[in-house]
């Protein structure tokens, strides 16, 4: 089976001008088959305040109506998308970007949950595996904004974390997949106060260990988890570190590995 | 060859939820190989009122600065691309939204004008048909903004139009391509104040016959023009017509056909 890089980019960076450019720059270099994922940033919540729209949280989650689900759409869709594409063009990498709606790649429907309605915020069904296999074989390399849609066209706005998540997991069918959560932080941080305290590897009976010792920074802990269910559905490797240092993490050689083995 | 349909849909269509919507099932049904390029419609504008970003025209044209760049990029590659697409999908056509940055399917330039500076409007250099094909023949239907990009990934605010027309011409390589603009009007009328008064079928001879007699109504010249310069290039038929009945366009049973035979 040929390799396969699922990454996904967070949204410090997509913020920073300068710092995306080099990351793309990094990216567009990576000579395996690729996928990028991108999240938002903070225009999404800076375009709302500019007209208006009142942004809810319920449990630190964001609250999508349909005024904020037409500026996501927007902006992440819309402006981020078609920026990274277009640099990316620039840089010979043939790009194409997409939400989950495009050839059908994502299927989603709106979440269900007993006690709050988060409004227009889908959840994943499907991964159409084939499709994005069949743009990645004719020399394509997806670029996906974290937006949905369900079976009656509605958009939805997605978790990107769980889209590159469940993209990984379902490409694994046809390659040797490393899934990479690229962000502003260094790996996993034994001392979240240290960037010097990268955990380098991870396996599941150390991150026990860890927990039990409540070592780990608790905003890591649903990374984590996801990361060991990804191994454990046919993911290789599962690398979390800086996105400055895109080609060192993806040759594991920086950032934190996490693994079975 | 095979038959395709390339389809441009106006502004004040998409501006109009159900007529959107029932046009999109006219599409979907289309049986033969299809391409839709959208216009804007007034949501930019909206938008940019909103925001505080003022519109400069300069005979009739919109002039593009950064901030209104940023507006239309998300706006017709987000907004409207991604609805359309969605929307299509729930009606089973394989739908992809691109902009020409995506998959580098349209390379444009920066406009040059001797007088006026446009901003960031693109110019068409060069329609990768090879990759419209290839997108087509894997069973997809391509869905185009009206953004492109140039060869330093600068995005650019492009003409539907003349998008819609370069890419009649240049997929009739592979293609006997059918060039159909739809939009609020029944057609070329013959008097711009009855809609009754459509043309049926314009040649080349009768249209020099309409201009000497300045029968033809002003704003559609350019438009026809370009339809015999299509023509020429290998366009077998340019029909120009009302959106709402889309199906009986493409069977020439409505609307204006223009033709060289």
Do not use: W
Not at 50 to 73: F, N, P, Y
Not at 133 to 149: D, V, Y
Not at 228 to 253: E, H
């Amino acid at each position: 089976m040929e390799n396969l890089d699922v990454i996904k980019i967070g949204g410090n960076i997509i913020d920073d001008e300068k710092k995306l450019s080099s990351f793309l720059q990094s990216f567009s270099s990576i000579q395996s088959h690729k996928i990028l994922i991108h999240g938002g940033g903070r225009l999404a919540t800076k375009l709302a305040d500019t007209l208006g729209v009142q942004q809810r949280l319920i449990d630190g989650r964001r609250i999508t109506d349909a005024e904020t689900l037409k500026i996501v759409t927007m902006v992440y869709a819309g402006f981020i998308n078609k920026n990274i594409v277009s640099q990316l063009q620039s840089k010979n990498c043939n790009a194409i970007g997409l939400c989950g709606a495009d050839a059908n790649i994502i299927q989603a429907h709106k979440r269900i949950h007993p006690s709050i309605d988060y409004g227009f915020v889908g959840d994943i069904d499907k991964i159409n595996a084939v499709q994005l296999k069949q743009l990645i074989n004719s020399g394509l390399t997806p670029i996906i904004a974290p937006i949905t849609s369900d079976a009656e066209g509605q958009l939805l706005n997605t978790n990107a974390d769980t889209i590159a998540q469940e993209i990984a997991k379902a490409m694994s069918e046809y390659y040797n997949v490393q899934l990479i959560f690229s962000f502003e932080k260094s790996g996993v941080l034994l001392d979240v106060n240290d960037e010097n305290s990268v955990i380098k590897k991870l396996t599941s009976q150390y991150y026990l260990e860890l927990k039990t010792n409540t070592k780990i920074f608790a905003g890591m802990i649903p990374k984590i988890d996801n990361a060991f269910a990804a191994l454990n559905s046919g993911v290789k490797k599962v690398i979390i570190g800086n996105a400055q240092k895109l080609n060192d993490l993806i040759n594991n050689s920086t950032g934190t590995t996490i693994t079975n083995e």
